[in-house]
C-alpha cells in the first residue's frame, strides 16, 4: 500500500519538515517496513529515509537538520523487513537538468518490466527495483519533449499502467498524481492556508489541517506559490479505487472518495447481520479491522456488542522471537482474551477477512479455552481467491485459503461453529457516498485493466 | 505503579528471561520509564536494565546473552524519562554474606525517609533515592538474626509502612512478598509445572500461562526446588487494595483479586448512567480506558454505543515535539475524531476520570468541532481531589482541577453541556467478586494508615 | 582519495565479507566518511553502506548477513560528514538487462559534468553528483554494443577523463580498472590462491595475503572462475601518478607502484637535509606522516632523532567541540609536546605540507612553549599553490598559504626560526623503483591532462 | 590501572563537564572497559557512565545535559568489556545524611573482602564487586564521628590496605587521595586558576592545563571556595609507585612523581644496549610502548634507529573477529611488517615485556618472513614472574612464560636469535628524578606490603 504526504508553504512559516513527520506517524499504518521525508530549500532537496518507523528513523536532531525549506514530502512503504529495506525507502530524488526533483510512490505499476526494458534498450541503469525510480526515469525522458513537469506526468499517465498515488516535489512545485483509476486514495488538504496532500484524510486532521477534496482519479495537481492548478487526463477509463482499502487498510477515521471508512465497516456489519443472523449472546470484534463491522453486526442484530479480545498498545517494534515451537504464544503477546467477557457465552466474532486461516484458527481456539459455548464467525469481505496487482502484497494464491477449501471445510478447518463471508454485492454498497467505482478484483480475478503476463 | 515479574524453573526446561520479556512487554503499560531483567544462574545473578521500553532496552544478543539460569525476575518502572532513569532502574541487585539477591518492587514506601535516617545512623549509605535499594538494605539488616530470607521479610513487614508488592529471587528462591494492605495486586499462576509471579493476570496470559491463586495481603510466598510454602504475617490490618488499579492502571484483561478490571469498568458505566441519565445519540469512551465504561453505559441507558476517535496504535515511543503553541496538535496526533460518527449527533462522551481539566476541555471541542450536537462529559470515577501516597504519581493537589472548582464549574471550564461523577458509593460496588477492601484516599482524603508528615 | 577492494573465491571457501571488512579497516586512513561492502551471491548482489567508520557501520549482525558469496568489492570515501554521507556512499550497486554490477570507484572524472549533460539530453537522470552513478550509466551505455562488460570498460577509458581506481563485481566477474594515467595507486594479490585487488598493498597484507603486482596505468584485470585476463587500453598517454600518495595519503607500509612510501619518505627527509642543513639538537617529526621523513632527515645530518609529539591512540571518531575560542586546545587534545624531549633544545620539525599554515603554527607555539630554543621547519613537499582535480580534496586556492606569502613570510607568520621546502627536483626522486611518472600539478600549476573550465 | 580526574571551579566559568570529558579522552589508555562523569551542581550530583570508550559513551547531548556544574569527576575503567561493565562503571555516587558523594577510584584495595566482611556483619550490603563501592561505606562508617570528610579519609588510610588515587566529589569539596605508598600516580594542575587533579599530567596537558606537582602518597588535598588545603597522613611506610606505569602503563608524554615517561624508556634502551649488545642493521621497536626504549637503544648503540610495523591508527573499538584459526591474523590487522625496512637486515626489535610470548613468536615471524635476517629481542624491564595485587590485571602465574622456561628457552620458543631482558638493578635508575621508592613485587615477589592470602 505504502502511504505518501506533502507539503508546501508560500510563506515558510509552516515547519514543513515536522508537520511531514506527524502525517507520516498518522500515516503509520500503511506501511512499517521504511520512511523518509525530503525537503527542497531553495531548490536542493535534502532527504532523510531508512528502514524503520518513523519515530525510529526521525528523531529531533534529524529533524532539525533537515528544517527549514519551503516544501516537503514523505512516505511510509510497505512490508516486512528485508536487507534492500534502505534502498527501497522513498522519497527517491533524482537529479534532472532542470533542477532535483522528489518522488513519493504509492502502489505498483503492473508495466514496469515491460517499462524498463525500453529503458535499459536505451542504456538506462537502475539501482533498485522500486517503481519510483522507474517513474523518476520516465519523467526524465518526458521531460526532454514537455513544456513542464506537469506535461510530462499527463503524458506518462498514458504509458505508466497500473496503481499510482504519488506526490512530486521540484525545485518549485508540489504536485500530486493519482492515476486514472483511482486505485489508491489521495486527498487535499490546507493548514493556515498551507496545501497539503496525503494518502489519508487521517494525516490531515492529525496536523490540525483541514481536508479540501481526493485527488481525482487521473488528476494532477500542482501547487506553487502562485496557487493550485488541476489537469486532468483525457484517457478515460473506469475507476476502480481498491475496496479493500474501505475493508481493511485505511484508518477508520479516514473519510477517502467521499465516504467513511469506519461508517463502510459499519456497514458491512449490517448487511453480515443480514445475510447471516445466528441466535448468541455476544458481538466481539477481532482488533482493530474486525471491532467496526462488529459493531454494525450488533447494531443490525440487536445482539449486544462486546470486547472479546485486549491488543498490546506497545505494538509496532522489532521484535524478539518466542521460543519456537511456540506459534500460539506469538498470538497471546499481542492479543490476550477476556474470559469475564466471554465464559459461558454464544460468540459472534467478527474479522475483516481470512488468508491463510491459520490465525482465524488460533484466535477460535482461545475463545472456547476461555469458555465460549458458540463461536459464529463472520467476515466482513467475500473470500479472499485472487492475487493483487495493485500494491496489495498477499499470499500467493496457493496459500489463500478460500481457494483450497469450500466455505464448510474452511469453518471446519477454522474451529467454528458456523461462517458467514460478506457478499461481494453487499460488499460495493458498503462505502455510502463514495463517487468512484472499485477493483474487487481479489475476490473476482476480474480486474480493471489487463494484467501483463507473469 | 510498576510491574513485577518472576519465574522459577525447577528443570530449567523454559528460558525463563525469554518468558520475563514478554511477560514485561504484557506489563509495560505499568510502566514506561525503565525495565529490567536479573536472572539466577546456580546463585550467580546477572541484570540487564536501562531507561526506556521493553522492546528497546532488550534485544535478541542481549536476551541470549542473559539466558540459561532457573530464576528470572523483572520490572518495569512508571514515570517519564529523567536523567536518573537508568540508575533507578530495577531489579536491584544486592550482595549478602548468605550469597546475591534481586529485588523488583511496586509501590510506595511512605516512612521510607524515616528508615532510611536509621539505616543512615548506624553508618549505611545509598546509591539511588529507590526504595528498592532501601529494602534491600533493610533485609541484609534483618538477615543478620534471621534464619531465612523469609523470616527477614516477615519482620520487615512489621516495621515497611506503605505498598509494596515484590518478588525477590535469592540463590535458591523465588519468594513474592505483598504488604498487609495489599496496595497493589500480585498473583500466581504456572506454565507447564513451573511458577509465576505477576502483578497482574494478563502477564501469566500472554506467556500461555495458567493464573492459580491472587497472593493475599501479607501473605509471602516461596517457590523453590522444593515447592511452593506460604507465610502469613500476624499483622491486623484492613485491606486497602487501591481502587484505581480497576478504574484506571489495570489492563482491562487482569482479573485481580477475584475481579475482572473490565467488568468493573463496565459496571462503573452503568452505575453512571443510573446516576447520571441523559437523552443522547451514542456513548462514546475515551480511549482507551474509558472504552469500557462507555460500554457499561450504552448497555444501561439503552442509548447505542459509537466510536468518536480514533487512537495512533504507534505509541509508545520517544517522540519530536510538534513546534510550541500547538498544545492542540499534541492531543490530535495520539487522537483523531471519527467526524462520520459524531456529526449532528447528541454525544455522552466516558473516562475514567480528570485531572487538570485540560485535555477533557481539547477532547470535547474536538468533538463540537465535528459537528457534535451536544456533549455530556460522565466519568466513570469520583472527583479526584487527593495525593496518593501508595505508588501513583499524580499532579500535585493544586493542579487537581476538582480542587480549586465545583462540579459546575468544572462542566463550564472543559466545555461540556452536562458533567458526572460516579458517586464513591458505587464505585466502591465495581469490582464485583473482588475480597478485599479498598483504598481510595484520593478521593476522600482518608487512608488506611497514617500518613508521615512530608 | 579513497579506497576500493576487490576479492573474488572460486571455491567460495573464503568468507569473501570478513576478509572485504578487513581489508577496509586497513584502508581507512584512505576515508572516514563512509564505507561500504557489497557481496554477490549467485548473481544476486547486497549491499551494506552508510556514513561512518567501518568498525561503526558493520557489526558481527550485519557482516553475518551478508556472508556467504562467492566475490566482494568494497569501499571506504574521503571526506568528512555531510547530511549527503549515506547517499553518496559506494559500492554503488547498478542493475542492467544482463544482471547486477557494483562499483567502488576512487578518484575524480574531470569531465563528469559535460559526461552528465549528455546523458541528460539523453533522458538519464541521476540521483547523487557521484561519479560512481556516472560511471555505472556509461556503462549501462556501452554495454549496449558490447560483448562483455571488459570491452565496454576499454571503450569507456577513451571517454571518461581523469582519475579513477576502481574494482567492478558482475554476475560471473570481477575486475579491476585503473586508469590510463594510473593516478591512484591500484594493485593485486592473492590469499590461498583467491584473487585480491586493493589500493594499497597494505591491505593485502593485514588480511595475510601476498601481493603480486600492481595494475598497471590503462589495465583492466578481469578475475572469473576460469582464471585471470588482463586487457591494455591502447590509448597512449604519459603517465602520472599523483606523487601526493607518496608524500602524504599512503600508508608508510604499503609498497605502490614500486616503491615502499615508507622508504620514499626518507628519501624525502634526507633531501631536505642536504637542502635546508641546520645545526640542532633534535630532528622531530609531525605525527604521523612527518615521521619518517624525520627519520631521513636524520639519518643524512647526523642529527639525533627524537621524539616531540605523542598523538591521541584513540582518534577517527564522532567528536564532541571544545568549547569556542579554545582553536588551541583542539589541536592539544589530539597531539601533546613530549616537554622532556624538547626542553632546551634546538628542534628540527619535519612535517610533510603546510596547507593554511595555523596548524603549523599551532605545532610551532606548543614546541616554544615547552622550552625549544629555536624550531626549524622543514617541509617533505615542495609549496602547495595549485588546486587538485583528481581526487585530492583541497582547500581552494585563496587558502593556500603558499599562494599568498613568501616563503619567508610563511616562515614568520607560523613563528619558526627558519623554513625549508623540498625542491620539486628531488622529491620526485624520493618514490625510488617507481616505475611510472607523476602528476604533480599541486605544485606547478601543471597537469597531465586538460582540465575543463570550472 | 583506571584513570581518574577532578576539576573544581570557583567561579562556574569553566565548563567542568566538557574539560572532563577531554581529559579522560586523554586517559583513555589507562582503560577502555567503562567510563564516567559525575557533575556537582549546586550540592545535586549527576552521573553518566557506562561500557565503552569515552567517545562512544558520550555525545554532545549527553554531555550538554550534564553541563553547568561547578566541580566534575571522571573515571576510566580497565579491563575488557563483562557483562557487568555497567554496573562496575565509576565514578560511583553516593548518598549520605550530609549530602552527596561521588568517589572515581584507581587501583587495588588488597585487604577489601575482610572489610566487607566486617560491614556485612553490621548489615551493610553491596550492590557491585567494586572498590569504589567499598571505599564510599567506609567513607559513611567513618564519617560518622568525623567533623568532616577529609577526617574520615585521614582515618580511612590506616584501615584500607592497597592501592587508590582516587578523587572525591562532596557537596562543596573536590579532594585528591592518594595511598601511602603511592602505588599509582596522581597530580595536580591548574587552567586559568582553576584547580584539576589527574592520574596523569597529559590530561592536563590535553585541555590547556598547566601541572602545578603531584600529590604525594599519603596526601589528601582538598579544593573549596576557600582554596586549597593539604593533609598527610602520620602514617609511615615506604612508598612503592608502581615501576610498570614507567615500563608500559602511562603515556610517554606524562611526568609522574617528577620523572618523564618517555626518558624513562629511553633510559631503559639505554641499560639495555649496555646489558645486551649486538651487532645489528636496524634497532626497531614494537609500537607503541616500545618505541621509546628502542630510540634509547639506538642512541646508546649507535645503530640506525628504523620502523619494523606500522599500527592501524583506528584501534580502541568493539571490533569484528577475524574466522576462527586466523589468529595470526589478528595480530596482523593491528600491525603490519615494513618490508621495505627490514628486508636483509639484522633487527634489535625492543618491546616493553613478554607475557605469555604468543604475541612476541607471532611478530618475530612477521619479521623473518619479511626478510629479517637477525633478530634479537631486547625486552626494557626484567622477566615478569609474578601477580600484580596493585591494581594491574595480568594473567595468572601459570599462564606467564617467565615462570615456565628459562632466558634461553623463551629465546628458543619465541624464535628469536637472541634475547635479553633489562635488569631489575638499571630498571630502578631509569625514572630519572623521580623522589619515590618503587613496588616492583611483579619482578620479585616481594612486595610494600603483606597481601593477604587468597
Known amino acids: 500500500m505504502s502511504g505518501v504526504f506533502g507539503i508546501f508553504t508560500k510563506s515558510g512559516e509552516l515547519d514543513v519538515v515536522r508537520e511531514a513527520y506527524f502525517a507520516l506517524y498518522a500515516l503509520q499504518h500503511r506501511g512499517q517496513q521504511s520512511c523518509g521525508i525530503a525537503v527542497n530549500d531553495k531548490g536542493k ?262 470486547v472479546a479480545f485486549i491488543k498490546n498498545r506497545y505494538i509496532g517494534r522489532t521484535f524478539i522471537q518466542p521460543t519456537q515451537g511456540e506459534r500460539e504464544t506469538a498470538v497471546k503477546i499481542k492479543l490476550n482474551v477476556l474470559k469475564a467477557s466471554i465464559e459461558g457465552k454464544r460468540i459472534v466474532l467478527v474479522d475483516d477477512s481470512i488468508v491463510r486461516g491459520t490465525t482465524s484458527a488460533n484466535i477460535i481456539k482461545m475463545l472456547r479455552d476461555a469458555g465460549a459455548k458458540e463461536v459464529h464467525l463472520r467476515v466482513s469481505s467475500p473470500p479472499f481467491k485472487h492475487p493483487c496487482y495493485f500494491g496489495t502484497d498477499v499470499d500467493s494464491r496457493d496459500k489463500l485459503i478460500a481457494n483450497r477449501m469450500t466455505q464448510d471445510e474452511i469453518c471446519k478447518y477454522i474451529g467454528a461453529d458456523s461462517l458467514g463471508y460478506l457478499s461481494i454485492e453487499n460488499m460495493l454498497k458498503t462505502p455510502v457516498g463514495c463517487k468512484l467505482d472499485y477493483c474487487y478484483g481479489c475476490f473476482t480475478g476480474k480486474y480493471p485493466m489487463d494484467i501483463p503476463e507473469e
Chains 1, 2, 3, 4 share one sequence.
Do not use: W
Open 45 to 306: 532537496i535534502m532527504c532523510h529515509k531508512d528502514a524503520g518507523l518513523v519515530p525510529d528513523v526521525f528523531n529531533e536532531m534529524v529533524v532539525n537538520h533537515l528544517s527549514g525549506g519551503q516544501c516537503a514530502i514523505g512516505h511510509v512503504r510497505y512490508g516486512s523487513y528485508t536487507p534492500n529495506s534502505r534502498t527501497d525507502a522513498q522519497p527517491l530524488v533524482a537529479k534532472y537538468p532542470k533542477g532535483m526533483v522528489a518522488i513519493a510512490h504509492g502502489g505498483n505499476i503492473v508495466n514496469a518490466d515491460e517499462l524498463r526494458d525500453k529503458l535499459h534498450e536505451n542504456g538506462a541503469m537502475f539501482q533498485t527495483d522500486s517503481d519510483a525510480e522507474l517513474i523518476a526515469y520516465m519523467i526524465a525522458k518526458e521531460r526532454l519533449g514537455s513544456n513542464s513537469i506537469e506535461e510530462s506526468l499527463l503524458s506518462l499517465m498514458k504509458v505508466l499502467k497500473g496503481a499510482y498515488s504519488m506526490v512530486v516535489m521540484s525545485p518549485k512545485k508540489l504536485i500530486a498524481v493519482r492515476d486514472p483509476y483511482g486505485f489508491r486514495p489521495l486527498c487535499m488538504g490546507q493548514k493556515d492556508g498551507h496545501y497539503i496532500f496525503a494518502s489519508e484524510s487521517c494525516a490531515i486532521d492529525s496536523i490540525g489541517g483541514e481536508f479540501i477534496r481526493d485527488i481525482e482519479p487521473g488528476e494532477i495537481v500542482v501547487v506553487t506559490n502562485e496557487g493550485v492548478k488541476s489537469y486532468k487526463t483525457d484517457l478515460k477509463v473506469e475507476t476502480g479505487r481498491c475496496i479493500f482499502e474501505s475493508v481493511y487498510f485505511a484508518r477508520p477515521d479516514s473519510v477517502i472518495d467521499g465516504s467513511s471508512v469506519h461508517n463502510a465497516r459499519k456497514e458491512a456489519g449490517k448487511y453480515l447481520a443480514k445475510e447471516y443472523p445466528v441466535e448468541a449472546d455476544l458481538v466481539c470484534g477481532v482488533p482493530d479491522s474486525g471491532l467496526d463491522a462488529a459493531l454494525g453486526y450488533s447494531i443490525e442484530s440487536g445482539i449486544p456488542y462486546g
